[in-house]
């Protein structure tokens, strides 16, 4: 019954949060496969005539894509068709990890950490509106630990090749867990190795999972690597702040929704503090298996974090809970051991209230004030006009709108980005001088690409033409978010 009942606390949560803020643009990436709007011919390879889309992005594949693919084949792309398969996705991870914690420290300890993890905001908002992805992340690392505990390896390192494929940046959260398994689990390891059969269907399950990754970076030699590794510390006092307020589920105040401002919730929930003393208490646990369960889950967190921290353009909180359950797995075996048991379940409760009211503060938040940014819900009425408007070509003149806008209109629009500073004189006139295209920007200071828009009509104005402004936008609150328009040549005063 625990398994499910903190799976279910999951996903009653999610599913409040799923209605409430709009389709993030890299929550759509997945879908540009399933209506044809793949961006780099080499992402996709033919075989026997046909088109087989591999990647979204060089470290990113076409996993979630497949799994979408029998979903919107029935059901048409709408805000409960794209969450609900992630919260779904979700809710099994926390079943699984309740399961592989109890094979691991115990039913105490499992007991606390699924209920750490149902009731994290973080966790929450990262998994409902799935912008890294990381749904699919967790779902299966979650089955490949559950799995090797249950002496079930081929299949577990199919788990981890379906991962490094659906993000190849699992290669963070894979390295840790390797480290810290031989300086945990040495003994098992040698014995296991041993055995050539199993290594060998276990490296199997592996190149069986990863094949699309490896398949397309030998069609592309090496694009993976040299698309996203970028090795740099010069960032890592931001990163190190964003773990902190990511564990304390505070980050993504000012990113999903504005800033916390009802002052009778709290915006911190008392996980970074637990998490600091597990460390600090771990060489002080009275049980060896508790101390072993907290070391590994301290590798695993340092390793991954420290790979991450490494690289360039990371570390934000959608890269932080990657490293998610084992921040979890480690205060929960931390205070499963708390002796009186009272005392324990104590500090479990104020834990989890925290965490309650943490995830409070974001629901008031979105209730009162509405999702902003780049989680507006001014993209579904955009794109219920957009469907019905008769346009040759739409350019999207900033960040996150062409792939929300292209799932939420199946691709019929075939939106595409422009970054006018990119595009030549003679190319950007040309877009400008036909009738049949329309712009779309976000308005006043809302905007992500500055001065874009800008320098579209100061080229615009130079060549004769002026503005025509189409509609505007709003959000759920009234708050104009988009701009629709095109250019007409000026008028010339007689």
Excluded at 259 to 285: E, N, V
Excluded at 346 to 351: P, S, T
Excluded at 431 to 449: N, Q, T
Aim: net charge positive; proline share 5%.
């Amino acid at each position: 019954m625990l398994p499910h009942t903190c799976a279910a606390i999951f996903f009653l949560l999610s599913c409040i949060f799923v209605p409430l803020a709009g389709i993030e643009g890299d929550e759509g990436a997945f879908a540009r496969p399933l209506f044809g709007l793949t961006l780099d011919s080499t992402y996709e390879i033919r075989l026997f005539h046909i088109h087989i889309p591999l990647m979204i992005v060089p470290y990113a594949g076409t996993l979630k894509s497949l799994v979408y693919w029998p979903i919107f084949a029935v059901f048409r792309p709408a805000v409960w068709s794209i969450r609900l398969p992630v919260v779904l996705a979700g809710a099994v991870s926390v079943w699984l990890f309740v399961r592989w914690t109890q094979k691991l420290s115990g039913l105490r300890a499992a007991c606390i950490a699924g209920f750490l993890l149902a009731t994290d905001p973080s966790f929450i908002l990262t998994n409902t509106f799935d912008w890294g992805p990381v749904a699919l992340q967790h779902l299966l690392l979650m089955a490949g630990c559950l799995l090797i505990a249950s002496q079930r390896c081929a299949l577990a390192f199919l788990c981890f090749g379906l991962a490094f494929w659906d993000k190849a940046i699992f290669l963070w959260v894979f390295s840790g867990l390797i480290v810290a398994s031989l300086i945990t689990s040495w003994a098992a390891i040698r014995e296991w190795m041993a055995g050539k059969r199993r290594v060998g269907f276990a490296a199997l399950g592996f190149g069986i999972g990863i094949l699309p990754l490896l398949v397309y970076n030998v069609h592309s030699p090496m694009a993976t690597s040299r698309a996203n590794i970028h090795a740099s510390f010069a960032d890592i006092g931001n990163k190190l702040i964003s773990f902190r307020e990511t564990l304390a589920g505070s980050d993504l105040f000012g990113v999903v929704v504005s800033p916390g401002s009802h002052r009778w919730l709290p915006d911190h929930t008392l996980f970074f503090a637990a998490f600091l003393i597990a460390i600090a208490s771990t060489p002080f646990l009275p049980r060896s298996k508790a101390r072993t369960v907290a070391v590994f889950a301290i590798v695993v967190c340092v390793v991954s974090f420290g790979l991450m921290a490494s690289l360039r353009y990371t570390g934000a909180a959608h890269h932080i809970v990657l490293l998610y359950p084992f921040p979890q797995l480690l205060v929960a075996s931390t205070v499963a051991v708390i002796r009186p048991v009272r005392l324990s379940t104590a500090v479990a409760i104020l834990l989890i209230i925290a965490n309650l009211l943490v995830t409070s503060h974001y629901l008031v938040q979105l209730d009162l004030d509405g999702p902003t940014g780049l989680f507006t819900d001014a993209i579904y009425p955009l794109a219920t006009y957009m469907d019905g408007a008769k346009a040759g070509t739409v350019c999207t003149l900033d960040l996150g709108i062409r792939d929300s806008l292209n799932l939420l209109t199946q691709g019929k629009l075939r939106a595409q980005e422009e970054v006018i500073s990119s595009l030549s004189r003679e190319t950007a006139i040309d877009m400008v001088s036909r009738r049949d295209v329309l712009f779309i920007s976000r308005a006043g200071k809302s905007e992500y690409f500055r001065g874009n828009a800008a320098s579209l009509e100061s080229l615009a104005e130079n060549a004769g033409y002026e503005r025509s402004l189409s509609r505007m936008i709003e959000d759920s609150r009234g708050r104009p978010q988009f701009q629709i328009f095109s250019f007409l040549p000026r008028k010339i005063a007689p």
